[in-house]
């Protein structure tokens, strides 16, 4: 199924245009995937694979957002990332025959594009350097879980809480001024963010609500935040 127009937009984008990967590709070669790929829509809340599942393809986010998880023997969730347009998975089963350890859920009305992962293996003999990009990637997210083993084994909650804010004001300023007030929306629930930091919902709004006694910051309803004291959020860490 070729999946022209999957972004939703009037001019025409293919899904392939929204990963960075594929940036240097012609548009011939473009229409050639996207002619090999599929597109599946899922709604809130809706699996779109799960631990044990085998893919030989590619996974791309085209609009919505997906949550990655693992789910431990006890039945303890620990978030592993939150990916957002552009985002994609199942990488590795692009290299080698592989079953997915992971599970994948939209957290809002989410499409996806399949691109068959023979597909991809072959544009990556014509053109090498995709696997470099590749490579960089999963690079990027070993980083990323070296970062979530550091933050859950070596951090208390309260500077889990003062980092993932810190984050998120850099990707609204990345040299932001100490002087002045930001205002975040959480991207997920408390209940996921609380997952994903490796702690409990519970504790999660009773260390936000000290930081809103402290000054620190501001709540306003359930995903608002207002940082008033990014000085002393630093300090925590």
Same mark, same amino acid.
């Given at each position: ?20 990967? $594929? ?22 809340? *809706? ?40 985002? $994609? ?74 980092? $993932? ?17 930001? *205002? ?26 000290? $930081? ?26």
């Amino acid at each position: 199924m070729f999946c022209r127009q999957c972004s939703g937009h009037s001019h025409g984008n293919l899904c392939i245009d929204n990963i960075p990967l $594929f940036s240097n590709l012609t548009d011939q070669e473009k229409e050639s995937v996207m002619n090999a790929s599929a597109h599946k829509k899922y709604n809130k809340g *809706e699996i779109i694979f799960t631990y044990g599942d085998y893919f030989d393809n590619l996974f791309v986010v085209n609009r919505g957002r997906v949550k990655i998880s693992k789910i431990s023997v006890l039945g303890k969730e620990q978030i592993l990332r939150i990916l957002e347009p552009g985002g $994609f998975m199942g990488e590795l089963s692009l290299f080698k025959q592989t079953i997915l350890n992971s599970t994948a859920e939209a957290l809002e009305p989410t499409d996806i594009c399949l691109i068959r992962g023979a597909k991809i293996r072959d544009l990556i003999l014509k053109k090498p350097e995709i696997s470099l990009k590749f490579l960089q990637k999963y690079s990027e997210r070993v980083e990323e879980a070296e970062e979530l083993i550091e933050q859950i084994g070596l951090r208390d909650v309260e500077q889990r809480i003062a980092n $993932f804010l810190l984050m998120e004001i850099k990707k609204i300023d990345e040299n932001y001024n100490k002087s002045k007030e930001y *205002e975040i929306t959480l991207p997920i629930s408390k209940g996921d963010l609380a997952s994903l930091i490796g702690t409990t919902q519970e504790t999660l709004s009773r260390k936000l609500s000290n $930081f809103q006694d402290n000054g620190w910051i501001k709540l306003i309803g359930q995903r608002i935040i207002i940082i008033t004291d990014l000085e002393n959020l630093e300090m925590i860490l």
